[in-house]
């Protein structure tokens, strides 16, 4: 498999978790933690349903990784999520020394790797992650565009 067919695949998981948040009246993130060609970790957004303002996706998707690992540092790993990460996000992916993270679509509103700022390249870090974007982009900006059109 070529790395790109790597990362369609893994994000297609990411879109299934995606889906799920749907059933739960969630917002359609998704987000999978994969380590050696494996999924160690999966989450999507929770926020409502757990009363937990940091049950994003990728932060659930993370937790349960480390928990697989035993460890709260996830050197290795590489995060695929369905939405641009937010701030705090970023934050939790340095701070588990995430190696590699995969993104769909951009967050205009929220998104801290290039929409609102560019937090993985202007602030200080002990820790570089590499970024790949745009992959399965349509499906994962039309997941998310649908949700809220059917709640306007």
């Given at each position: ?120 390249e202007d602030f200080p870090h002990n820790h570089d992650i590499a970024v790949s974007r745009g992959v399965l982009e349509k499906q994962c900006k039309c997941l998310v565009q649908t949700f809220f059109k059917v709640?306007?």
């Amino acid at each position: 498999m070529t790395s790109s067919s790597i990362d369609i695949r893994y994000m297609h998981a990411a879109l299934d978790q995606a889906r799920l948040a749907v059933s739960f009246d969630e917002v359609p993130v998704g987000a999978v933690v994969v380590y050696q060609n494996e999924i160690i970790g999966r989450g999507y957004n929770q926020p409502r349903t757990l009363a937990d303002p940091t049950a994003h996706a990728e932060v659930v998707a993370i937790r349960a990784a480390c928990l697989h690992e035993n460890n709260y540092r996830l050197p290795g790993v590489t995060v695929y999520v369905t939405l641009e990460p937010c701030l705090m996000c970023i934050g939790s992916l340095i701070h588990a020394r995430v190696a590699r993270l995969v993104y769909g679509a951009t967050e205009p509103k929220t998104g801290a790797v290039e929409s609102t700022c560019r937090a993985l390249e202007d602030f200080p870090h002990n820790h570089d992650i590499a970024v790949s974007r745009g992959v399965l982009e349509k499906q994962c900006k039309c997941l998310v565009q649908t949700f809220f059109k059917v709640r306007r």
